[in-house]
């Protein structure tokens, strides 16, 4: 059954989950979607993995296999530097 269903809801409340649902990058139907399957305790819909792959064209080729760990500590400090507010200081990449 494919039936529309209209929803009305305070204006502000609207404009929050609509900003909400851009700021997940996913439409307003769907992010009421998802809130209403998780409060009836539906399972979720894992991403697709492809959607990972062939996002960047610019850059170094990088070997994700072999560099991961470099990688992932790599973006765990920027995140840590971000979130005490110091700023990000180039390192130099390490020879292989």
């Known amino acids: 059954?494919?039936?529309r269903t209209q929803i009305t809801m305070?204006?502000?409340?609207?404009?929050r989950a609509q900003a909400k649902a851009a700021e997940l990058g996913i439409s307003f139907a769907e992010y009421i979607r998802r809130l209403v399957a998780g409060d009836l305790g539906e399972p979720t819909t894992k991403p697709d993995i492809a959607s990972l792959f062939n996002l960047i064209d610019e850059g170094p080729p990088t070997n994700i296999a072999r560099d991961k760990d470099a990688m992932l500590a790599e973006a765990v400090w920027k995140e840590h530097l971000r979130k005490i507010g110091r700023p990000q200081r180039r390192r130099a990449k390490s020879r292989r």
Do not use: G, K, T, V
Not at 10 to 15: C, K, N
């Open 1 to 3: 059954m494919n039936a």
């Open 10 to 15: 305070e204006p502000e409340l609207q404009r």
